[in-house]
């Protein structure tokens, strides 16, 4: 198993530019998520997914878009890049929702530059 | 708002040391806590979890203490060798609102841990 794949591993944007983040897992797991973590601080949810067809917000879902429409693919859109979104990005999956038994497989991550 | 923080930034060990992490959380409603790994340049690893309804859990070289009671969350990691340098991160998860909804996972700023030979 490759586990949780993210590309690119680095990207450079102009302001107000848009791009994907590309995430997918091969161990056929349900629930997907993606984090960012800013210099020095923890990882903080952006959104989730319980399974194909379904997402849903977490904490800091302004400027981005999700999509899953397979199982194994969990794609991150931003559609105006801005300063702020500066900053490494993690995709994560679990077989079950984050907690007993819920442990999150985490990808490589994804450092985001916005100039 | 509801957070989960560490008192120590920063933690410097010798090799063969016990290093102990610590981690203060807010919510007395989370019921269970993680600690992940981070290495340069990697994601989060799973090293050991605990439910709220235990106080200590040991794995290999690793245990996890938690002291409800003042809201406290320990790591302590016996013989601490250099691959352990790493950054350390707690995180708590409050109770499913239910159904399909996440628990929320909320993740500590992290403890930088570096071992010296």
């Known amino acids: 198993n490759a586990g949780v794949t993210q590309t690119p591993k680095f990207r450079i944007l102009k302001i107000g530019q848009s791009m994907t983040l590309q995430c997918t897992q091969d161990m056929n797991h349900n629930y997907m998520y993606w984090y960012r973590q800013d210099p020095g601080m923890g990882l903080k949810l952006i959104y989730y997914s319980v399974g194909a067809g379904i997402t849903d917000k977490g904490e800091v879902p302004n400027g981005y878009n999700v999509s899953r429409s397979t199982t194994e693919d969990f794609p991150l859109r931003l559609e105006l890049a801005a300063p702020s979104q500066t900053s490494v990005y993690f995709c994560?999956?679990?077989?079950?929702?984050?907690?007993?038994?819920?442990?999150?497989?985490f990808g490589e991550g994804s450092r985001l530059t916005v100039l | 708002g509801e957070s989960v923080g560490l008192h120590l930034p920063t933690l410097s060990v010798q090799e063969g040391d016990n290093s102990i992490i610590n981690c203060a959380y807010s919510n007395s409603a989370s019921d269970y806590f993680i600690w992940y790994k981070q290495e340069s340049g990697k994601g989060p690893q799973f090293i050991i979890d605990i439910r709220s309804n235990m106080d200590k859990r040991q794995g290999q070289r690793v245990t996890v203490l938690l002291n409800k009671t003042v809201k406290h969350l320990s790591l302590q990691i016996a013989a601490t060798q250099p691959g352990d340098s790493a950054v350390y991160f707690c995180?708590?998860?409050?109770?499913?609102?239910?159904?399909?909804?996440?628990?929320?996972?909320?993740f500590g700023q992290g403890t930088i841990l570096t071992v010296h030979p």
């Open positions: 995180a708590e998860k409050q109770p499913n609102a239910g159904g399909t909804s996440y628990g929320k996972l909320t």
């Open positions: 994560a999956s679990s077989y079950l929702l984050a907690g007993p038994k819920g442990e999150l497989f």
